[in-house]
């Protein structure tokens, strides 16, 4: 299960907000790039759903305890008419609209369906977890949408941004790394803002953060998050300036520092599978 949802997470997230960064940032990728680009979201949707099918067969299990649970017809019914039956089904209809722009070759026939379907997908994942467990949804459930979108924006740019920088056109690579980095700076301050506000909602007191399982892996998190904004920072204010200056050493940096940052959004997204799957607040 947490395997199953930490792939379904990284396909889904990253594959939305790809398709937002080729929205913001069309008129300044060349077209290999942006083809590299379309391949990646074509491959992260696949992972999307291959996820979320095992997700449903991975609850149908947990019903039966047993690994055959997976192919029982009943239990897998059960499991797709259950909340993450529903979930899946609007996941798994904003990766089919995302999807459908992927056959054009400039790629931009409906960009705002394209992210319509990106931001179904994204917030399919407030249809479950511990939120609902509040007295009162409407506002945790906001709060998880903002926040959802938010590591969508900013984790679904990473690769994106890799292969931006192998690109060799440094004034290129330091546009579309100052138009990123701008936004993001609003974007992730919301991040941050909507995911401390619902941790507080969720935690009866700040001393289950290291008393209970669900707040040390949450403190994993945050810190993991915490060396992600490092990297991100660095990345702005030091290495896009040298960009902007014509560098060229400044764009292999860029790359390194990026894959450092993939890696470590890979790890949150791993501990936050983990996170609801087998500990709760």
Excluded at 43 to 56: E, S
Excluded at 142 to 156: E, N, P, R, T, Y
Excluded at 174 to 195: K, P
Aim: glycine share 12%; charged share 10%; with cysteine.
């Amino acid at each position: 299960m947490v395997l199953a949802k930490a792939v379904t997470y990284g396909g889904a997230l990253a594959a939305a907000g790809g398709v937002g960064f080729v929205a913001y940032s069309h008129e300044l990728l060349q077209a290999p790039v942006l083809r590299r680009i379309r391949r990646l979201i074509g491959m992260l949707l696949v992972a999307a759903a291959v996820g979320t099918a095992a997700k449903i067969c991975a609850v149908a299990d947990s019903m039966s305890g047993d690994a055959r649970g997976m192919f029982d017809a009943d239990l897998l019914s059960l499991s797709v008419g259950s909340g993450e039956g529903v979930a899946s089904a609007v996941r798994l209809a904003g990766v089919l609209v995302m999807s459908a722009s992927l056959f054009d070759r400039r790629w931009r026939p409906r960009p705002l369906l394209s992210c319509l379907g990106g931001v179904a997908a994204v917030t399919s994942f407030a249809w479950v977890g511990h939120v609902h467990a509040l007295e009162t949804e409407w506002l945790p459930l906001a709060l998880i949408g903002v926040h959802l979108l938010g590591v969508a924006f900013w984790i679904g740019a990473l690769a994106p941004l890799y292969i931006v920088a192998g690109g060799g056109d440094l004034p290129a690579i330091a546009r579309t790394m100052m138009r990123f980095g701008t936004a993001a700076l609003g974007v992730v301050a919301a991040m941050l803002l909507a995911g401390a506000i619902l941790l507080a909602l969720l935690l009866s007191s700040l001393g289950e953060l290291w008393s209970e399982l669900y707040g040390r892996l949450f403190l994993g998190k945050i810190a993991l998050v915490g060396i992600l904004l490092g990297f991100a920072a660095f990345n702005h204010w030091r290495l896009t300036p040298r960009l902007l200056a014509h560098d060229a050493t400044a764009a292999r940096a860029m790359r390194q520092s990026i894959s450092c940052e993939i890696v470590l959004a890979a790890l949150v997204l791993l501990v936050t599978a983990t996170l609801t799957t087998v500990a709760g607040p």
